[in-house]
């Protein structure tokens, strides 16, 4: 009966040690700059049919911006949610200026449509989590 018992616990402990532990972000895997630059840059040529000239310029774009956002990230982590969101606004702003620029109309038309579905698919992900601190 005793050897059950431990073969039971041994069990059991082996398992929830192998499922390990995932945080808060789940199995996400942390990437690299690089690997988000290139990430973007496929989903974006896949999506919008760039051609050579448009993924160069978008990829020193996007490699710029990824940087700078990283940088940020590591300045102020704290900075006041008011200024924050102001100085995205205008990021986001002066970047879909960029885009404008170097994609068609129709491609504009479409990363438009694009960021509008990622920011909703952010805003249910952030309800998600709202409901389940709730809960």
């Known amino acids: ?66 940087a700078k956002r990283d940088e940020k990230k590591r300045e102020d982590r704290k900075a006041a949610s008011k200024e924050k969101k102001a100085e995205m606004k205008e990021e986001q702003a002066r970047i879909s200026a960029e885009m404008k620029t170097i994609l068609t109309t129709e491609q504009y038309s479409k990363w438009e449509k694009m960021k509008e579905e990622r920011k909703e698919k952010m805003k249910e992900k952030m309800q998600e989590r709202k409901e389940k601190k709730q809960n």
Not at 20 to 25: A, D, E, R
Not at 40 to 64: C, F, G, H, P
């Open 1 to 66: 009966m005793k050897k059950l018992i431990i073969t039971a616990l041994l069990v059991v402990s082996f398992t929830t040690f192998a499922q390990g532990k995932k945080g808060h972000k789940g199995d996400r895997e942390k990437l690299t700059t690089e690997q988000k630059v290139d990430l973007q840059v496929k989903k974006m040529t896949s999506e919008l049919a760039l051609n050579e000239t448009q993924v160069k310029e978008i990829r020193t774009l996007i490699e710029k911006e990824v």
